[in-house]
């Protein structure tokens, strides 16, 4: 004689299991209540849950002979159960040969495919919807329910209950109602899931963000009509609207971080964040956190877990400042994060995918550093896309004028001074600088200029700028004491210098073994003067 399952016995189950789905705040936890509790009834034999998501494991599914497609199919998420007679069984794992059902495949693909319940009552009757009668009757079941999942007239997926006992008519009813209710509890842990994805990521660009408080325009925004300037324009309106990585050259101070926003102010990011790493302000042993983040006890000083660089852009753009600064021994790990958009979090094994455009901005010949072994050919073609490069102010003098004016708006607004007048003599005085430290270096000076200038009258004064002061200390210590130097013995000992310093280190300018390093001069300004006298860099 079949038994059926007493309506009301256990009925209370079915109506704490409905109080508390709404409790839930994560997919897993709702799905994991919703398997645990309907397998722990007296009857029950299993429990389980598919969801519709893309199609994953089409080239082993056990089933890809009878699927219509390779789109999407019914995914296991859950699955809680009591075996019997199968000894060592684990009726809770999500593998194996029913973890997948095409939609319209066997009784769980027709629910889905249909949206109607299927349910067999006495399956030794009716053992049509069974895939596997021999381990039916081994577990000794009795009846079969499945019921689709459907939230606003849309298919999440199918729950099915097994049992060892006849389905009484008020079991039927209680497992609609669950169902309904189950959906629903899917459909708001996703949305609870998302809000805290995205509260997560606004808190971690809200803490890389501030990091960087950096005035628009503070380097002048695109002033100017210079053809070098028009170029560099047009470079960006082309490269904006697509998701080539951009490399962009140019000596300190010309204005590379600007050209970067600008790229991503054009292009289809722009919605999300531009995060700035400057590669040349982290310790060298904090790279890896830095980019990819850690969990608490990765390492000392790790006291909870946060995200990287590479988290807080997804979505937007990446912007490596002074990227030849980046240890060799990091730059394979960033080559797989730009080419897979894969990476770890330091501590973590959990492997993390992201979107993310990368613009990359170097003062140095990376084509030497490639060669010198100190930067990977790889990473270089892959971040040297789409390079464009920055010309120097010394290049583009007919800028000077638009610029200072933009400047001194600014000082004069910002210091609280009245706006000053620019004179010919002055616009002439500047163009005859030679502006070794570029855009950033006028805007200091005009911004100087602004604060001892008294009435409209600009006081300008080019002697204390660093880059006067780096040009004075080059001679210093080749001048014999007493002994004065005219303008042109001053000129010829500064090109023999430097030609003494190239022949040491066999051509070479950047790095702790580059002639700027031996002349105290930063790269970009050696670059600028071996250019200026003509100077020939291979000195062997």
């Not at 508390?20 to 897993?28: F, G, I, Y």
């Not at 709702?30 to 519709?52: D, P």
């Not at 697509?242 to 054009?266: F, M, P, Q, W, Y």
Request: glycine share 8%.
């Amino acid at each position: 004689m079949i038994r059926s399952l007493d309506p009301e016995m256990g009925l209370e189950d079915y109506r704490s299991l409905l109080l508390d789905m709404p409790q839930e705040r994560t997919l897993a936890g709702v799905l994991n209540l919703i398997v645990q509790r309907l397998a722990a009834r007296s009857q029950a034999a299993l429990a389980r849950i598919w969801l519709l998501n893309p199609a994953d494991i089409c080239s082993v599914c056990p089933l890809k002979e009878e699927c219509p497609g390779e789109e999407a199919c019914l995914h296991l998420v859950a699955s809680a159960g009591k075996p019997q007679n199968s000894p060592g069984e684990d009726w809770s794992r999500l593998d194996g040969e029913f973890s997948r059902f095409p939609v319209g495949v066997r009784k769980v693909g027709t629910i889905a495919a249909t949206g109607q319940p299927i349910e067999v009552l006495d399956i030794e009757a009716d053992d049509a919807w069974i895939a596997r009668p021999d381990w039916a009757r081994q577990e000794r079941i009795r009846g079969f329910l499945g019921q689709p999942l459907v939230c606003r007239g849309e298919m999440l997926g199918v729950l099915a209950l097994f049992t060892r006992a006849r389905p009484a008519p008020a079991e039927v009813q209680w497992l609609r109602m669950v169902a309904d209710h189950a959906a629903m509890s899917i459909v708001n842990a996703r949305a609870f899931e998302e809000i805290n994805r995205l509260h997560r990521q606004l808190e971690l660009e809200s803490d890389f963000l501030r990091q960087e408080i950096v005035e628009i325009g503070a380097m002048g925004e695109f002033v100017g009509q210079s053809a070098a300037l028009q170029n560099v324009i047009r470079q960006i309106d082309m490269v904006a609207p697509t998701d080539a990585n951009v490399l962009v050259l140019g000596e300190s101070g010309t204005g590379k971080e600007l050209v970067a926003r600008e790229i991503h102010k054009r292009s289809e990011r722009r919605e999300r964040p531009m995060i700035k790493v400057n590669c040349a302000s982290i310790p060298r042993d904090l790279f890896e956190s830095e980019f990819f983040g850690h969990v608490k006890g990765a390492f000392t000083g790790a006291l909870k877990d946060r995200g990287g660089r590479f988290e807080a852009a997804d979505g937007g753009t990446l912007f490596l400042d002074e990227v030849g600064e980046i240890p060799l021994e990091l730059q394979g790990k960033l080559l797989r994060a730009l080419q897979e958009g894969q990476f770890e979090r330091v501590g973590e094994e959990r492997t993390r995918q992201v979107s993310v455009r990368v613009i990359a901005a170097t003062n140095r010949n990376l084509k030497e550093e490639v060669a010198a072994g100190n930067f990977r050919s790889d990473l270089y073609y892959r971040l040297n896309v789409f390079p464009i490069e920055v010309a120097p102010l010394r290049e583009r003098k007919e800028d000077l004028q638009p610029l200072c004016s933009l400047f001194l708006r600014r000082a004069a607004r910002r210091f609280g001074r009245s706006l000053p007048g620019l004179t010919q003599a002055d616009l002439l005085q500047l163009q005859n600088y030679d502006w070794p430290g570029n855009v950033r270096e006028l805007q200091n000076i005009i911004e100087r200029a602004v604060i001892v200038s008294k009435g409209n009258r600009l006081r300008l004064d080019l002697e204390d700028s660093p880059g006067e002061l780096q040009q004075a200390k080059t001679f210093e210590v080749s001048q014999e004491p007493g002994k004065i130097l005219s303008e042109t013995e001053i000129r010829h000992l500064e090109r023999q210098n430097i030609e003494t310093a190239l022949k040491q280190c066999s051509g070479r300018i950047y790095g702790p073994q580059g002639a700027a390093r031996l002349l105290g001069l930063p790269p970009t300004t050696l670059n600028a003067r071996i250019k200026k006298m003509g100077i020939k860099k291979d000195r062997n």
